[in-house]
């Protein structure tokens, strides 16, 4: 098959995409990932083809989702970010559409291509790392609501958010529905239309952390993570493997692609922390340090990769997005969750509700204490490693990413065959 797949947003959102898309082409089939070009070395040494998206630089817009985290409620950044949205340029969306082209397939999470693949007949696949259904199972993951509501309440979170998000792009999309000659789509927004055309959902989370809901749609399938194992050819810069053969293990501070909107406060706090443990410190590149100069019990790290850097560190404090939560897990480690925003506030509350971490501090929230409390949970609770261990044997007996390639494979057979028949 000639597949599409299209990602963009954080490396989050794109490193699991491009992994299902490397599985697909290991199983022999013509794969293409479509993105912003700050993801082309990413995509280009997973051996995948690069494509370029019309798409403002990821780490611009990180930068300014970000620019509120502090001083803000939660519920006014949402409005904000909502009544702030404007459609897409023009040539943005001619791109998405050329891009499809001669496909047998796309995947992707990003919605316009449910309207540019329907407007075309092509099958379309929706990849996403979190939960994107509605379900009684748990509450919205945007909607900071920490416990099960129970069934209806819950699915009515699901609901609300969804027209919080459909209602500001109603009228641009079906302007767009029109000039791809598709019918406008009502109150309830493409995805329950997508349900009925049985598009297929696939969550690329494990079902260990997160159970498969029992009201999902039978096209919906959790398979696990997707991991993209990038260790093989990592060599360590030799002051590094200094650092971490001079002492104890460190705990890690890993804030992925965040761009932080107060790096001196966040540093203050995250040292001072360190230095009342008596822990050594490992920060990964992915935040602003506001000065050159550390204190001698931190190193600064450029890009590691988390596979290989985690069986060797103490702790992580991190920002609970769903690449970093996965690599955590598997690698049995013990962490402090510092979300800020979307989604990092739902697996930083799933990963305490386990017992797999210490309760979560909200970036919006941080202070030394509240921080240094959670290191003290998390290096001396001692039931907390025999919890990591099992869950990273779960991790390591599935196979996301073989699974969503089996599922996708199968759809495609089931659509060679319906049109046959």
């Known amino acids: 098959m000639r597949l599409l797949v299209c990602t963009t947003g954080t490396q989050g959102d794109v490193q699991p995409c491009v992994a ?5 082409r290991q199983a022999g089939h013509d794969v293409e990932v479509a993105s912003a070009t700050a993801f082309q070395p990413l995509i280009e ?6 494509l370029r998206l019309d798409e403002p630089d990821p780490r611009r817009v990180m930068r300014d989702v970000q620019q509120g985290t502090l001083g803000q409620s939660a519920r006014i950044r949402l409005f904000k970010h909502l009544f702030r949205r404007r ?3 023009a040539h943005a969306l001619a791109r998405q559409k050329e891009l499809c082209a001669g496909r047998d397939m796309v995947l992707s999470h990003i919605s316009n291509y449910l309207h540019l693949t329907e407007s075309l007949g092509l099958p379309f696949v929706y990849l996403a790392a979190y939960p994107t259904l509605p379900t009684g199972s748990f509450p919205h993951h945007l909607s900071r609501i920490p416990v ?8 009515l979170t699901h609901l609300l958010f969804r027209q919080l998000f459909w209602l500001p792009d109603r009228e641009w999309v079906n302007a767009w529905r029109a000039e791809l000659g ?4 009502g109150f309830s927004g493409p995805h329950p239309q997508a349900v009925r055309r049985e598009v ?5 989370y494990s079902p260990a952390l997160l159970p498969r809901p029992a009201d999902w749609p039978p096209q919906a399938e959790v398979t696990g993570f997707w991991f993209l194992d990038t260790t093989t050819s990592y060599q360590p810069p030799p002051d590094l493997l200094k650092f971490l053969d001079s002492g104890p293990p460190p705990v890690v501070m890993a804030f992925g692609s965040l761009v932080d909107p107060n790096p001196p406060e966040l540093q203050r706090h995250l040292f001072a922390a360190l230095e009342q443990t008596g822990q050594r410190g490992l920060v990964l590149a992915g935040w602003n340090l506001d000065q050159t100069t550390l204190p001698p019990n931190i190193f600064r790290a450029n890009w590691v990769p988390l596979p290989w850097i985690l069986p060797r560190v ?10 970093t939560t996965s690599e955590i897990l598997r690698a049995a480690v013990p962490s402090v969750p510092l979300p800020y925003s979307g989604e990092q506030k739902f697996w930083g509350r799933r990963l305490h509700q386990l017992g797999l971490a210490s309760a979560p501090l909200p970036r919006s929230k941080l202070e030394t204490q509240p921080l240094v409390q959670r290191l003290q949970f998390v290096l001396h609770n001692s039931q907390l490693p025999e919890r990591l261990r099992s869950m990273s ?5 599935e196979n996301g990413v073989g699974q969503a390639v089996r599922l996708i494979e199968e759809f495609a057979s089931s659509r060679v065959k319906n049109r046959k028949s």
């Open 393 to 397: 044997q779960k991790l390591r007996a």
């Open 200 to 204: 297929p959902y696939l969550f690329g």
């Open 148 to 155: 099960s509501l129970g069934g209806p309440l819950n699915r």
């Open 20 to 24: 299902v898309a490397r599985g697909l």
């Open 45 to 50: 040494a997973a051996g995948l083809p690069f």
């Open 87 to 89: 459609p897409p340029p």
């Open 314 to 323: 103490r702790a992580v404090i991190h920002h609970s997005g769903a690449g």
């Open 182 to 185: 598709l019918p406008a789509l």
